[in-house]
């Protein structure tokens, strides 16, 4: 048996990774890759002499799938999370601290949140009403529309206000998206909202952490984690591992197409001769640019629109479902200063910045607070992040106006001073996809439609999830589905 995985980012990599865990003995597995480099958007580079972020930083340390990965390729007790867990949001011309006990940036604590500033005396009072009176916010349902999907933004707005849309959620759900949450599946991004909203009383209470509050003083288990020396050991590990496994990887190897043909050779161009009387399914062609390849199954891991080229010359259904998925570009600018450029206290992990402010900023990481270990007593390093769907400012700006327009709003947040020693930009166009209204059912009927082809599967994020363990579990699922389906398919053919 032979199978190609087509992309070699996280997603791909952990097909792969089950595939040479979990397919029959022999099987052979070829991974392609368009890029010059393994890892998807997971990218390290170097600042100032250490291993810094140019893609994701962490990932989510209470899903399992990155854990248990990392602790099957022996990186277990190299995982370390942030210093801090204070994180801020520039509201009003100044830093306010994140309230504790958010749900995604949904406040579940009155309390906590009237202490933070980030909401007016009119804004805390409409707040305040889903804890009072839920029934008067909580607007009108009809009988059997439970099912019916919701953006994110309506809901927030519905039912504690638009202060707590526009400074806490959207900067936070928003930003983990790159996208506007009035767009926003709640089904998708957020189904414990959608849960919530569809129940009587208050959604602060239904959203609630089981257990209720913390012990104080009880160490909190860390919300992130990432590997000492970068997300990209993980990504060298992975190839690594897998080539001692036997998998091939193939670098600068783009696929064209996809189509289904008759059983001829295997991947590797080796004949394949069918006993008397066998009855098989077609194979697997990928075109690339060193020739065609041929494969019993198939794992398409990619985005959206270079997934929906490979199918569209033979399931147009899919790929125009595949197309449907919109993506927002966003960019990075890394600047490195001498220690003593702010005059803030730079006591967290970074800043939100909410749409509302006007600003290009979306967010700032202050990544030599928030990684102890990347810290020196010379110099800080910050990244700030921009774009979202529907604000593509950032992708007609050259380096050097991007560079200049993140200094000039973070010296007016963090009172920055003279010029960095160091800048770094990087941008990642048509990177994120848009989970948008209905997405659920359209990701239903996409699988539906891959399913109706035997041997062939699809991962990636813009399916479940777009984080790193979401992304992972995607390409691990993916690769057992199509064992099953490979396996059960020879049983009956014999």
């Not at 890759?33 to 810094?52: N, S």
Request: charged letters at 25%.
């Amino acid at each position: 048996m032979s199978v190609l995985v087509i992309g070699g980012g996280i997603t791909g990599l952990a097909a792969a990774w089950e595939l040479a865990s979990s397919a029959p003995v022999g099987t052979r597995i070829l991974v392609l890759e368009a890029d010059k480099r393994l890892g998807g958007k997971i990218l390290t580079g170097e600042v100032g002499g250490r291993a810094v972020e140019l893609g994701p930083d962490a990932f989510l340390a209470r899903r399992e799938e990155a854990l248990g990965l990392c602790r099957e390729l022996g990186l277990g007790p190299e995982l370390v999370s942030p210093g801090s867990d204070r994180a801020y949001v520039w509201v009003g011309g100044r830093l306010r601290q994140l309230p504790a006990r958010l749900a995604l940036g949904v406040p579940t604590d009155l309390s906590t949140l009237a202490r933070s500033g980030i909401c007016s005396p009119t804004g805390l009072a409409r707040v305040t009403a889903d804890l009072v009176v839920p029934a008067l916010v909580h607007g009108s349902r009809s009988e059997g529309d439970g099912e019916v999907d919701r953006s994110v933004g309506s809901i927030v707005t519905r039912r504690l206000g638009r202060e707590v849309h526009d400074r806490l959620v959207d900067p936070l759900v928003g930003g983990i998206h790159a996208g506007p949450i009035d767009e926003m599946s709640a089904a998708a991004v957020f189904p414990q909202l959608a849960l919530a909203d569809s129940r009587k009383g208050s959604l602060m209470r239904a959203l609630r952490a089981p257990g209720g509050r913390t012990t104080p003083g009880a160490p909190r288990e860390p919300v992130f984690m990432t590997v000492r020396g970068g997300l990209g050991r993980m990504v060298e590990r992975l190839g690594e591992v897998l080539s001692e496994k036997g998998v091939e990887i193939r670098l600068d190897a783009a696929a064209h197409s996809l189509t289904a043909v008759a059983r001829g050779s295997d991947a590797l161009g080796d004949t394949a001769i069918d006993r008397p009387g066998e009855r098989r399914p077609p194979r697997w062609s990928v075109a690339t640019g060193a020739g065609d390849l041929q494969a019993d199954g198939v794992v398409v891991a990619l985005p959206g629109g270079p997934a929906a080229r490979l199918f569209r010359s033979f399931d147009s259904s899919v790929s125009r479902l595949l197309d449907d998925i919109p993506y927002a570009s966003v960019a990075l600018v890394t600047l490195r200063f001498t220690r003593d450029a702010t005059g803030s206290r730079l006591d967290g992990t970074g800043f939100l910045v909410p749409v509302v402010e006007g600003g290009l900023l979306t967010a700032c990481t202050w990544i030599t607070s928030k990684w102890p270990e990347l810290a020196r007593a010379d110099d800080i390093v910050l990244r700030a992040s921009m774009g979202r769907h529907g604000d593509d400012r950032c992708s007609g700006m050259t380096d050097e106006a991007l560079i200049e327009n993140t200094l000039h709003e973070l010296r007016q947040m963090l009172g920055l001073r003279g010029r960095p020693l160091e800048a770094v930009v990087t941008r990642w166009p048509e990177s994120f996809p848009q989970y948008l209204v209905g997405h659920v059912q359209r990701v239903e009927s996409l699988e539906n439609g891959v399913a109706r082809h035997q041997g062939l599967a699809l991962a990636g994020a813009a399916l479940h999830g777009v984080g790193i363990p979401a992304c992972i579990g995607s390409g691990r699922r993916a690769s057992r589905r199509l064992v099953e389906d490979l396996t059960s398919s020879n049983r009956a053919a014999r």
